[in-house]
């Protein structure tokens, strides 16, 4: 009988084994941006249910496509729907109009957006369980480009 057990354990192993093998990479091909896609829907449902026009974040750049030197932190402060950003080190220092681009929790999920359909050789995205925003995007693009993005000390009663 323990014998029997075993078989079948080892059996439902190799086939799950080669199942996952033969399922989509979840982080390229159709079946991986499908999922990302669903995921990003999700991930903005959550922060839409939020409805929030005032917050703050600290958002880590490095990022190859941004002109050296760069902070490679910011403090992004949204009041009514607007941004502002700033170094996060100065805070009355304004950041680079280069910044402009990461600016709010929309900007963020638009850089999403095109790092599922840019062409990539790595791609890593969470979200916020949360609040739904993006917590972390990293991207490999095959062009060369890499940007690194994490979200920490959000902040939904300031500014």
């Known amino acids: 009988m323990n014998a029997m057990r075993t078989t079948l354990r080892t059996t439902a192993a190799a086939l799950l084994i080669l199942a996952a093998g033969a399922c989509d990479n979840p982080f390229g091909g159709a079946g991986g941006v499908a999922l990302q896609r669903n995921q990003l829907a999700i991930a903005k449902e959550i922060w839409a249910g939020h409805a929030l026009a005032d917050y703050s974040y600290r958002l880590d750049v490095s990022c190859t496509c941004l002109p050296t030197p760069f902070p490679d932190s910011l403090r992004v402060m949204v009041s009514g729907g607007e941004s502002t950003l700033s170094y996060y080190a100065e805070p009355d220092d304004a950041a680079p109009s280069v910044f402009d681009q990461f600016g709010s929790v929309e900007r963020l999920f638009t850089i999403v957006e095109e790092a599922i359909e840019a062409p990539v050789y790595d791609r890593l995205i969470s979200y ?10 990293r991207v490999h693009r095959t062009d060369g480009r890499r940007v690194d993005l ?4 959000f902040d939904e009663a300031a500014p």
Not at 128 to 137: A, D, K, L, V
């Open 128 to 137: 916020s369980q949360e609040y739904g925003f993006p917590s972390r995007i």
């Open 150 to 153: 994490m979200v920490s000390e």
